[in-house]
């Protein structure tokens, strides 16, 4: 299976997801903008994991937006 990753980007509650192209062009922009990256997942091994270990997916889904410094 190819891996395909995507890149998380987190401002006050909102994520952007984006692929790599995305994130390449826009990384700098979208970071003097206030956004920070959080999270760069492979997204099959992502959704597996919700699916198979997640009893509340919507919990797993908004910690993709805490932003640790």
Do not use: P
């Amino acid at each position: 299976m190819e891996q395909t990753f995507v890149f998380i980007y987190a401002k006050g509650h909102e994520i952007k997801v984006l692929n790599i192209e995305e994130s390449k062009r826009l990384d700098t922009e979208l970071k003097s903008d206030g956004w920070k990256h959080t999270n760069t997942l492979d997204a099959c091994t992502f959704i597996q994991y919700l699916h198979n270990n997640c009893d509340n997916i919507r919990k797993e889904i908004k910690n993709l937006s805490k932003c640790e410094s």
